[in-house]
């Protein structure tokens, strides 16, 4: 079978994985059944009936049975990834544990548990446990020390106004217009997720034209935010109401336009320019003296592109790390050189240098 990018296929999520080529998909974003373990119906103070999850899709017999359907999905993915891919995978506290352990036996590398915070859980209504207002993800990589993974790190440092972005986020539940309601007006599907986690997830992880792959799609909250993304998406959903709302609920997207789906890029991604190359272009010379940031220490550069200081001599890194008596040092931003308006570092001189080599 061929894979077909922007589809959903109507099936039970194995046997439709079983089909799809290997190393076929960038991603896997997976919310799969979370074995509730529900004894009863849940109420509410006055008598009223919670509308929690009681489908049969989450219904198992054991945890046994439960951990062999888990394995069986999670095998196929990691067949069906990239070898550069990764997978995400949402659940409660009810499966996620035994989800987790899964993936390091399959193989998998986790990357991250993200704890996402609800800004507007349900209560805990008999009062007889913590109010449950998180649920994790696990990040993972498709295997250990294979090719490198996509994480867009300066995209979500510049999200969170130019901060490193942290493990636990922030997001109110699927309510209001967003959420999918079915011809009488109830919930269409219980655990419909937010499409800004999505937002997130997809926009730390792929890249535009990637294809994500979700096993258990049911009403397209994966779809709907990779089609906006400019991502491209692969579907598997067992259930065809839910695959209706979903054709539904994704054609009415409208992607973003290609030129603003550019994000801040990584210098990570950039060509490497070495410092030598500086004095080759003439933006440095044989003699000149650069400086700490404070202007405190100096050292001269000498016409291979090291310098020397006293007795020390290296590469800009390795003198930056020895005048400061650390293991390690950046020396694109430690030393600075003189200019008509102070000091600045020696890294504007590699960004020109790029520059260069873009124009």
Not at 176 to 189: I, Q, Y
Not at 210 to 231: K, N, Q, S, V
Not at 321 to 338: E, I, L, R
Request: aromatic share 8%; proline share 6%; hydrophobic share 40%.
């Amino acid at each position: 079978m061929g894979i077909t990018p922007d589809s959903i296929i109507l099936g039970d999520c194995i046997e439709a994985l079983k089909k799809l080529p290997a190393k076929s998909v960038d991603l896997v974003f997976a919310d799969p059944p979370y074995n509730l373990q529900l004894g009863g119906d849940l109420l509410r103070p006055d008598n009223s009936k919670v509308d929690a999850v009681d489908d049969d899709w989450d219904r198992f017999d054991s945890f046994a049975t439960y951990d062999a359907f888990t394995k069986a999905w999670l095998s196929e993915c990691q067949r069906v990834l990239k070898d550069d891919g990764a997978i995400w995978v949402i659940g409660s506290y009810h499966n996620v544990f035994r989800v987790g352990a899964t993936l390091q036996d399959l193989g998998f590398w986790i990357l991250n548990d993200i704890v996402w915070r609800k800004t507007n859980p349900m209560p805990n209504f008999k009062g007889t446990r913590f109010t449950n207002a998180h649920e994790t993800l696990i990040w993972a990589a498709k295997g250990r020390g294979g090719r490198r993974y996509t994480f867009n790190y300066d995209a979500m440092k510049m999200a969170n106004d130019e901060l490193q972005m942290r493990s636990d986020w922030s997001f109110p539940l699927c309510t209001g217009e967003e959420r999918l309601k079915d011809a009488d007006g109830n919930k269409a599907h219980p655990t419909q997720k937010p499409e800004a986690l999505l937002h997130r997830v997809i926009l730390a992880s792929t890249k535009p034209g990637d294809i994500i792959l979700d096993p258990f799609f049911g009403t397209g909250t994966t779809g709907a935010a990779a089609r906006r993304l400019g991502r491209r998406y692969i579907g598997i959903e067992r259930d065809p109401a839910y695959v209706d709302l979903a054709k539904d609920r994704i054609a009415r997207i409208i992607p973003i336009s290609p030129a603003d789906l550019e994000v801040t890029g990584s210098k990570r991604s950039e060509p490497r320019i070495p410092f030598g190359q500086i004095l080759e272009a003439g933006l440095l010379s044989p003699g000149d003296v650069l400086y700490c940031p404070k202007g405190e220490r100096a050292a001269r550069v000498r016409a291979d592109g090291s310098l020397i200081t006293g007795e020390m001599a290296g590469s800009i890194h390795k003198v930056g790390a020895m005048v400061q008596s650390a293991p390690a040092c950046n020396g694109w931003t430690y030393w600075h050189f003189k200019t008509d308006k102070g000091l600045a570092p020696i890294d504007v001189l590699r960004a020109k240098i790029r520059g260069q080599m873009v124009s």
